[in-house]
């Protein structure tokens, strides 16, 4: 899956960038669009009042007596936790004495006491195993196992109690059959499961969540008889449990069918339903699905876990003038009823449920074929004029894979699908590749650089997936890592070698400094980490297991070199194929390649299993550098804060220095203790670490600042772009840390004047308008003014440079997007003035004179800011067909200063109607910025959290997004304060989030930089 970056300047503390959004609702399209009325694995997970224990149950039926025991219990009131321990709490309700005793007690107490005492001993006597008081006594089976089961809806024992799965069954292979109805908006089913007994058993335990099952029955395939079954639901796991009439044994295969119905949803999980509108503004509906990570069981009952691959045979009926796909091409249409045919898809390859995916809508495509298999790119009608830039890049970025992986695709058809509305970037279903139109449709009058940049990146993608993630799969969510991880390091790399014009290394490097924020909090995670619940499994969709994933196979790589890690992965996708892995697989992979010269698996275990990265300390003396590693990590004074700061990382260093500074001189020196000394061949002027960035740690110069600050100043080609974004980051990451003042700092970029790179640029810009939004969000408007002063002095010429045209290279053109739609935003130079001329020009031709694309979204920042301007824009994002042009629209439309058009704005995203649900979280973002909106923002959230949770789950990256957005600008200890007790009145499950505890900490730290900065700014600037 690709999470969806909206590309917005992250605000202080800058957890991460956006990335997905979410879902419609039913969209009433035939009313007028654009009215604008300003006006646990184990039990810990359960609830404990829902459960029950039934001691030696084991697999069996519970007998009448333990069901006589659970109704006694509910009748008197009483919360079971155990047989024990429950009796026991239940006693100890009516023992207000600490002594223990019923002593000195009432009379009153005294008979509730003796009541008490005489019900529960006549309880444990009726309860005891019947066989208790006889000779022969109880077998001993019954004492030895104690199980915890819940209950199911129908208040029967539900005879599995943990969140995974039992591994005495596996799934081979589902025949599915679906009857989605695009006019009722409500889908039949039936799924008939090919099932493989490991351990005799007479359940079948599987998932399955909202569909309302009528029938279930079990066959055998030896004796082909087909025995109806009773079905269990336990909805608070989504799992079924099919009950057999007798044992099924191991080794035996079974056919589990199940027949069911559900409405298609109105999120963005599962099959889900999405309402457009045609060339003939007429409404339309378009059924997709989204099944990663949980919801394949929401479409049918299934063995919803990565490691469960199957294959799968789908079949769905459809009007005659409607088009599916699936995962496998199509194999046959039969008709059905009158107007309605049944498509019939080839059995696909062993692939896990998540993969799963069918599509149901009016869709138009172009095709090509390479290598034996047919690339299609599919769109509604009239946007397929926009698939021919995807069509071109799928093709290339499919044959270089083949070539890299030295391993065909498998399948015989991939296609590309752009879905009208879809909550993440895209997903890589295999062989159906499901996009968001922005990441996929490409309007050469519309779509800037960037766009393009974006497209490109999301199909490479993608399409690593196909191997990375399809074809092996990670054996648990915890490792999801090794699918999002690899697919974002393949994603540059084939970028990097198929179209090194688009400089996609330098969007990498900015993606690791955002990804390092996160990871230098408390409430980071290792990137391979423990999940069970569906919340923390969502949460797992960060920066971490993407960027961070990503950047330690990039150090892996520049370590081991390109060949050896390539050899590498043909061995894991090899030894993997068609099955799951864990991180130590590909770890052990490489090691057959590096075959006792390094251990690979050493060195990566003290990353991955451990949560942010070092900062290594570099000390010069003459020829003798002396390095030091230490954890990173910004303290805060809180009870949880907890220190590692002994962890040893093993650091695959690498150094430039002024004898040599160019790539093929980059040494190496590998850091595995707490410190070391390298010796140098020679004294030298400068020595910078951490080549272009190529390595996951921050590097800390202590007085060699200044001579690296001198080199700067002096001849800053010296260094390469990304070297010199590098040192940027870097010392500001010291000063916010204290390690660094912000005078050295400031001093650091004073060269900028001279700098013409598009990275260095752009990731001073970001760090000063941090310090600018923090300042200006916090009563301190007139320092704000200064840095902004500051940021004209260093950055105004560049602005004034700028043409309002689409020439140049693809950075160049990149660098003028950022400064214009930055200085339009912040009203620098005279940027708003052109672009209100240009606005106003195209507003007269009612929006026909073409604007260029990368100033596009400056030109409608600048004009929105006028009421008129801003009606005009909302009636043209209506009407546009340019998913690229719209995207531009609502983030300007989203940059108003006028608080009841922003209100009006993230009120209707969340209704999904005129504007739809996924473009919420970029609202949100735009609206945060601002200094009218960002307690707006918040306001908002707060407001509307129910809705916002139903409709984007609790844990997903939407709402991980929206949080960081509405509350990292926060730097006051009464806003702390409401943000922990928001959290606090919601469920305990809320609170434990791990992005609740990031947007805590962040608030800390940015009440601390206040505290530590204000004084010192207001000296520097
Ligand atoms: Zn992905």
Known sequence: MT????RIQLPRNMIENSMFEEEPDVVDLAKEPCLHPLEPDEVEYEPRSSRLLVRGLGEHEMDDDEQDYESSAKLLGMSFMNRSSGLRNSMSVYRQNPNGSCSVPSTRTMVVCTVVLVIAVSLIIYLLPKCTFTKEGCHKKNHTMELIYPLA????????????????VVPLHYDLVLQPNLTTLKFAGSVKIVVNIIQVTQKIVLHSSGLNI???????????????????????????????????LVGQNYTVSIEYSSNLSDTYYGFYKISYKDENSK???????????????????????????????????????????????????????DGIVQDEFFVSLKMSTYLVAFVVADLENITRETNGSLVSVYAIPQHVNQVGYALNTAVKLL???????????????????????FQSGAMENWGLITFRETTLLFDSNTSSAMDKKLITAV????????????????????????????????????????????HSDEDFLNLIFKAMTKDSLNSSHPVSSAVQSSEQIEEMFDALSYIKGASLLLMLKQYLTKDVFQAGIEVYLRNHNYGSAQSDDLWDSMNEITNGTLDVKKLMKTWILHKGFPLVTVVRKGKIISVQQEKFLYHVETENWTSDASYLWHIPLTYITSSCNFTHCTNAYLLDQKSAVIELPEEVEWIKFNVDMNGYYVVHYAEDWKTLTDLLKNNHTALSPKDRANLINNIFRLSSLGKESLEKAFELIGYLKKESSTAPLTQALFQLSLIYSLLEKNSEQQLAARVMHRIEHLFGDKIDQQRWTDDGTLSERELRSTLLTFACTHNVRNCRTTATEMFEKWMKSNGTRSLPSDVMKAIFTAGAKSSDGWEFLLKMYCSSVSEAEKSKMIEALASTEDVRKMIWLMQNSLEGEVIRAQELSHIIATVSQSLPGYLLAWDFVKENWKKLTRKFHLGSYTIQNIISWSTSQFATKAHLLEV??????????????????????????????????????????
Not at 3 to 6: D, G, P, V
Not at 299 to 312: G, I, L, R, Y
Not at 989 to 999: G, P
Request: glycine share 2%.
């Open 283 to 337: 409404q339309r509906w378009f059924a997709a699905t989204q099944f990663e990570p949980l919801a394949a069981r929401s479409a049918f009952p299934c063995f919803d876990e990565p490691a469960f691959k199957a294959t799968f045979l789908i079949k769905i009926e459809r009007d005659e003038k409607l088009s599916t796909l699936s995962n496998m091409p199509k194999k046959a249409t039969t008709p059905v009823t």
């Open 214 to 248: 009528t029938k279930a029955t079990i066959t055998s395939a030896e004796v082909r008889e087909t025995k109806p079954a009773e079905f269990l639901e336990y909805p608070l796991h989504d799992q079924i449990a099919v009950m057999a009439p007798e044992a099924l």
């Open 399 to 421: 044959e270089f894979y083949q070539k890299y992986f030295l391993m065909n695709y498998p399948l015989e058809k991939l296609d590309l699908v752009a879905i009208p509305d």
């Open 459 to 502: 199909i490479a993608h993608e399409l690593a997936h196909q191997w990375f993630g399809n074809l092996v799969t990670m054996e648990w969510w915890n490792d999801l890592w090794l699918n999002e991880g690899f697919a974002t390091l393949m994603e540059y790399f084939a970028m990097e070698e198929i179209f090194p014009e688009l």
């Open 3 to 6: 999470l969806h970056s909206n």
């Open 980 to 1021: 922990k007790s928001f959290f606090e009145s919601k469920s305990e499950e809320s609170s434990q989030l791990r992005y609740v505890k990031e947007a805590i900490e962040t608030i800390q730290l940015n009440i601390q930089w206040m505290e530590r900065n204000l004084a010192k700014l207001q000296e520097l600037l």
């Open 153 to 168: 809806s129908n208040g029967k024992v539900f005879p599995w109690a943990k969140i995974r799965l039992p591994p005495d």
